[in-house]
């Protein structure tokens, strides 16, 4: 069943910023970009590396241990070594609560 979980405030991540978050067993990485905020998996889907500390530059994220290219809007994958998108996860915003749709 899907839930609605609230994982940060809107305060905590702001435009630029990224945090990461823990959500029934599962890294998260949220990203705000231009004032609007994306969840993907933390884990890469090649090696598992940490998303989070990747390089970011508009909406494609560069994982940082072997270059793979996600966009973080939809964890879809552009460039290899990886070839499988990264799970993505829907964001609401409640007054000043983010939350995410997790499984």
């Given amino acids: 069943m899907t839930e609605r979980i609230k994982v940060a405030t809107a305060d ?24 609007s905020i994306y969840a993907i998996s933390n884990s890469c889907p090649h090696s ?3 998303l989070i500390k990747g390089r970011l530059f508009k909406d494609r994220l560069t994982c940082p241990w072997h270059g793979s290219e996600f966009d973080i809007r ?22 000043d609560a983010v939350l ?4």
């Fill in 100 to 103: 995410i749709e997790v499984s």
């Fill in 74 to 95: 939809n964890g879809q994958c552009y460039s290899g070594p990886a070839t499988k998108n990264v799970p993505s996860y829907p964001v609401h915003l409640e007054g």
């Fill in 48 to 50: 598992t590396g940490p």
């Fill in 12 to 35: 905590q991540i702001g435009p630029g910023q990224r945090k990461l978050v823990k959500v029934k067993g599962k890294e998260i990485a949220l990203f705000n970009l231009d004032g």
